[in-house]
């Protein structure tokens, strides 16, 4: 697989702290990687310097397996910050194709794109409306427009659904997906971790400017699984002992274990089936990204969720 | 290159475009027109007859004081005091002094006008003159025939000397007019569209699109665009400004009856101190008739040079503030140091307008912070090649560095938010090295 994007110790200083500090990755074409971290981790200014706004104080990007210039490559990048903003007195489609120019598009390409863009988001009737007559997600749409129209190869998004209902977030995400499809390769940067797990391929946790996880959706969560399962049995039994699992928590006909080192879910089963009560449910709990965040962010215990059980 | 082109386009159209651009280029020069030609009007309609009572006449005032057929009659009518005077018909009364003493009085129920007042005096003065002129021999007939051969004796006409030795016709009024004029329309200007700019800049950080705007061209870029879109605006707007006062004002003179004009001269030349109460019919006459004295081309050229650039001197200076600041409170603050020089220039050109060949407005001709105001008011009058090709390059050249110094000031600021930022601190980021 080519890589669209490769950063490698990546630095940049302010003079108070160290804002992205020997953050390395890499973006397979046609893939989409979500960027994660708390307020203040450093993404925006990671992007920023992705989008080429910012030099890097050390470190190199790669753009398509050359380093990044970003005077040449930005046409290739479309970036929709999480501070995001449009010119509020001027009409929808002149903003749209003044934007879409601005990218390198000539007058007749922006004119076809933002044509096409427009019909597929229901906006033709907008084009000669002001943009302070729209509401926040017509905002929204109109400016995840003007971040895709000139087909760039690495789109960067920040936070594209806040503020939108879940049908125009559908829509955007079904784009997100197509746009992939297609080999455009997505940053996506967010808090909220449920859209992660829907939406991402691949993922990297910042925390004060450091990258602290790297990898697949799932392959984090196996890497932070704690070997919990939930199992609906028809009795609650009133003790529970084995050598192989404890139980942590309970809730009606849902039991919590945690299965010890060295001991497999078959053990916890057949527990069960010899105190002849019936299951009706099993199910690995892995951890959701959710939990992971917290955290590596907060390291703060995991299940706190679950009613503790006082043996 | 094209991006810039494709800013500037949007920031001239989007403001072209503007109704207040419509309404401020064609309402301001009728505006100006109708004010220039209502002050005339009035001043040449309402003018009130001040009827004053003279009381204690010691005898020779009678004879020797004059009644003004347009503003001022004196009445020797007996027994008119400062209780009955309203009475009688009189605006107000005077009293003259016995023997020597200088201490005249006039009572009246308004408050007397300056002019008004300045006007009786010197009617005083005169009569008393006379008096002790006839006193000392002089025949009434005499005085008479010398005070008729002296009015309108001198017109003085000031020839300029060229390098050359060649005496050019000048006009000191005319000069006047245009020296202050194009100063205080310089002043304006730079002021306006500096305060543009920095709106514009303001707008573009608070509404969030810097960032996005950003990610397509370089700030510096943006904010070139900015200002050249914004001064495109200004040189339309003056562009439409000189087609429109030129059209207009030939259609309004044509419409002015010729008596009105040669009354307002009249008008005008009574006025003590004339040349600020320069009524614009006065002008308009002068206009006519010695219109070819100044250098229009000169002065035209320079004009659009020191409005062009002493607009991209301090519009870059505004952009950086605008690039700091969140909302309009704030940025008056910043906005105080830019605003100084240009006030402080202006305060110059009104004191030393008067001798524009001094140090002071030689200096302020040069240093770029004041030069466009001052130069301005200075070329009317004449000055040497030297001094204005020397003008003109520092303030190019000053205008290089704030942009220079305003673009690394704008690239930090235009993304920085929640911040308060002063001017110590902007140029910490102007002049790091990066």
Not at chain 1, 158 to 174: R, W
Not at chain 1, 264 to 276: D, G, K, R, S
Not at chain 2, 391 to 403: Q, R, W, Y
Not at chain 2, 407 to 426: A, C, D, P, Q, S
Request: aromatic share 10%; with cysteine; charged share 20%.
């Amino acid at each position: 697989m080519s890589h669209i994007l490769e950063v490698k110790n990546l630095k940049k200083y302010y003079a108070t702290q160290k804002a992205v500090d020997e953050v390395s990755f890499s973006l397979e074409q046609g893939s989409i990687f979500g960027l994660l971290g708390p307020n203040g981790a450093g993404k925006t200014t990671l992007i920023r310097m992705i989008t080429g706004i910012f030099f890097p104080d050390e470190g190199e990007i790669l753009f398509n397996g050359k380093k990044f210039d970003p005077i040449n490559d930005v046409v290739h990048i479309g970036y929709m910050p999480e501070e995001r903003g449009l010119y509020k007195k001027m009409k929808i489609g002149e903003q749209a194709m003044y934007l879409a120019q601005l990218k390198g598009l000539s007058q007749k390409d922006a004119m076809a794109q933002v044509k096409d863009w427009f019909v597929k988001f229901e906006m033709q009737s907008w084009w000669n409306k002001k943009v302070q007559d729209l509401s926040k997600g017509m905002g929204q749409k109109l400016q995840f427009v003007t971040t895709v129209l000139h087909e760039p190869k690495l789109i960067i998004l920040d936070e594209p659904f806040s503020g939108l209902d879940p049908v125009n977030s559908n829509l955007i995400k079904d784009e997100i997906y197509k746009l992939a499809k297609k080999g455009c390769s997505i940053i996506f940067s967010t808090h909220r971790m449920e859209q992660v797990e829907e939406i991402c391929d691949h993922i990297i946790l910042m925390n004060k400017g450091k990258k602290i996880l790297d990898g697949t959706v799932n392959g984090v969560k196996q890497q932070f699984k704690e070997n919990l399962f939930s199992i609906g049995l028809q009795q609650m039994p009133e003790v529970i002992s084995s050598n192989a699992f404890k139980a942590i928590g309970k809730a009606d006909h849902t039991l919590v274990v945690k299965i010890n080192e060295g001991h497999t879910a078959n053990e916890v089963l057949q527990h069960f089936i010899q105190q002849n009560n019936n299951i009706t449910s099993f199910n690995e709990m892995l951890p959701s990204l959710n939990d992971i965040f917290i955290k590596l962010v907060e390291g703060t215990p995991l299940s706190r969720q679950f009613e503790k059980i006082t043996e | 290159m094209n991006k810039i082109w494709l800013i500037i386009k949007r920031e001239y159209i989007t403001r072209v475009r503007n109704k207040s651009f419509l309404l401020s280029t064609f309402l301001l020069p009728i505006v100006m027109i109708l004010f220039i030609f209502g002050s005339v009007f009035i001043a040449v309609s309402t003018k009130t007859k001040a009827k004053v009572a003279v009381a204690n006449d010691p005898g020779y005032f009678k004879n020797s004081i004059k009644s003004d057929s347009s503003s001022i009659s004196f009445d020797f009518t007996p027994g008119v005091d400062s209780l009955n005077y309203a009475g009688k018909g009189f605006d107000a009364v005077l009293y003259i002094p016995n023997g020597t003493s200088n201490n005249y009085a006039i009572y009246s129920q308004k408050q007397l006008g300056l002019e008004t007042e300045a006007r009786i005096t010197d009617k005083l003065n005169k009569a008393i003159e006379n008096n002790l002129l006839q006193q000392k021999g002089i025949h009434k007939e005499t005085l008479d025939s010398i005070s008729k051969q002296t009015k309108d004796a001198v017109e003085l006409n000031n020839r300029v000397l060229d390098e050359n030795g060649k005496a050019k016709e000048a006009n000191a009024g005319l000069a006047y007019g245009i020296a202050f004029g194009s100063g205080i329309l310089i002043y304006i200007t730079m002021i306006v569209f500096g305060a543009m700019v920095m709106r514009g800049v303001m707008e573009e950080k608070t509404n969030r699109i810097a960032e996005v705007i950003i990610s397509s061209v370089k700030p510096f870029q943006l904010m070139i665009g900015k200002i050249v879109g914004i001064a495109g605006v200004g040189l339309t707007q003056f562009l439409l400004w000189i087609i429109l006062i030129f059209t207009l004002s030939s259609i309004a003179g044509a419409f002015i009856p010729h008596e009105l004009l040669e009354q307002a001269n009249q008008v005008n030349s009574q006025v003590p101190g004339g040349m600020q109460n320069n009524t614009a019919a006065l002008k308009f006459l002068e206009f006519k008739g010695i219109l070819g004295t100044a250098n229009w081309g000169l002065i035209l050229g320079c004009f659009f040079f020191y409005f062009l650039c002493g607009y991209l001197f301090y519009s870059s200076l505004f952009a950086a503030v605008g690039s700091v600041v969140e909302d309009a409170q704030e940025s008056q603050q910043l906005m105080f140091p830019i605003m100084m020089p240009i006030i402080f220039a202006f305060i110059i050109l009104s004191s030393g307008i008067n001798d524009p060949n001094s140090k002071l407005m030689f200096w302020g001709s040069m240093i770029p912070f004041t030069s466009p105001i001052i130069m301005m008011g200075r070329i009317p009058f004449g000055v040497p090649w030297w001094q204005l090709g020397l003008s003109m390059i520092l303030l190019v050249a000053g205008f290089l560095f704030t942009t220079w110094m305003a673009g690394k000031i704008y690239r930090t600021g235009i993304l920085l938010y929640g911040k308060k930022v002063n001017w110590k601190e902007m140029l910490k980021w102007a002049f790091k090295k990066s």
